[in-house]
């Protein structure tokens, strides 16, 4: 069937872009555990706690890409859009076998190094994810001095079972890219995304411009964005605004102080006149006479 036939006739081919519902189950060791949902209520009857920020329904999907494992990827090429279907896959087209030889030693000193032990709200306990020379591992056991890591996948050697459902194919430009955002990264609503004559650009959420899990995803978006919608141009926009002070509710501006006159200084020679004595100085001329009183005339000899 030729890609024009199949896009008309809304059977999906690798490499598009589609809204997918699921449920996904591992089975195995007389136990069965949800992998992933897009159904809230599945999440709830299966006790697993929801994550922040997470949300449910129906998700962006690349066929045929690297979300799930490549015998799961290729089952859902050929889909019908709107047709339900379920799915079994053996460990080795699932996560893969276990193997013995991913399940090492370390001690306790060189488990204590890692960055993430070094927080201060780090715990250390069966189960934890710890990351060692860029592999992730979850603790299987641990003493005073020892600690085991598994580094096979979470459900490697378990059967794994999945319901499928793709809702709609995406195809225009402009949310192709949200979803290789979304894909990649996660939190695509919160970016502002525009096409026009082959430029993309994507305005990047305040929350993302120092998140580090972005500066890591930004690479592979853009090399995504490249080989799928092919652009000329892929235009990363952060913008910084200076923040305000926000005025109180019912706080007015003060009105500016009016500009007066300086106080006038007294003269010179009144400032510098002493204040008269109604005794006047102790033995001085003109003492015990009026304030105000002309002196005598002296006549010449």
């Known amino acids: 069937m ?121 715990h250390l306990d069966i189960g934890t994810v710890l990351t060692i020379e860029g592999r992730r591992g979850r603790v299987v056991t641990l003493t005073a001095a020892r600690v085991r890591v598994d580094f096979n996948p979470p459900f490697s050697g378990r059967k794994v079972r999945g319901k499928f459902k793709v809702t709609e194919r995406i195809s225009e430009p402009v949310e192709q890219a949200r979803a290789i955002v979304e894909l990649q990264y996660g939190r695509s609503s919160e970016f502002h995304i525009e096409s026009h004559e082959k430029t993309l650009t994507l305005k990047i959420p305040d929350r993302s411009k120092f998140d580090i ?55 010179p020679e009144a400032a510098e006149k002493p204040a008269a004595s109604k005794a006047g100085h102790a033995g001085g001329k003109g003492a015990g006479k009026p304030a105000g009183a002309k002196p005598a005339a002296v006549e010449p000899e």
Do not use: C
């Not at 995504?224 to 005025?247: C, D, F, S």
């Not at 007066?260 to 200084?265: D, H, K, Q, R």
């Open 2 to 122: 030729s890609a024009s036939s199949s896009r008309s006739s809304g059977v999906t081919e690798s490499g598009d872009f589609v809204r997918l519902e699921y449920d996904l189950w591992a089975e195995g060791g007389g136990r069965t555990e949800l992998v992933d949902t897009t159904h809230e209520e599945v999440a709830q009857q299966a006790n697993v706690p929801r994550s922040e920020g997470q949300t449910f329904g129906p998700r962006p999907h690349l066929i045929g890409g690297e979300y799930f494992p490549a015998s799961v990827e290729n089952s859902l090429v050929g889909l019908r859009i709107g047709e339900e279907v379920e799915r079994e896959f053996a460990p080795a087209d699932a996560f893969g076998e276990r193997d013995p030889k991913l399940i090492e030693l370390f001690t306790m000193h060189e488990i204590s190094r890692l960055p993430e032990m070094r927080r201060e709200d780090a």
């Open 213 to 267: 899990s972005w500066m890591a995803s930004k690479p592979r978006v853009i090399d995504r964005l490249r080989t799928a919608l092919k652009p000329h141009t892929i235009r990363i926009v952060e913008e910084y605004v200076t923040p305000t002070p926000e005025k109180k509710e019912g706080e007015t501006a003060k009105p500016a102080a009016p500009e007066t006159a300086p106080a006038e200084s007294p003269a």
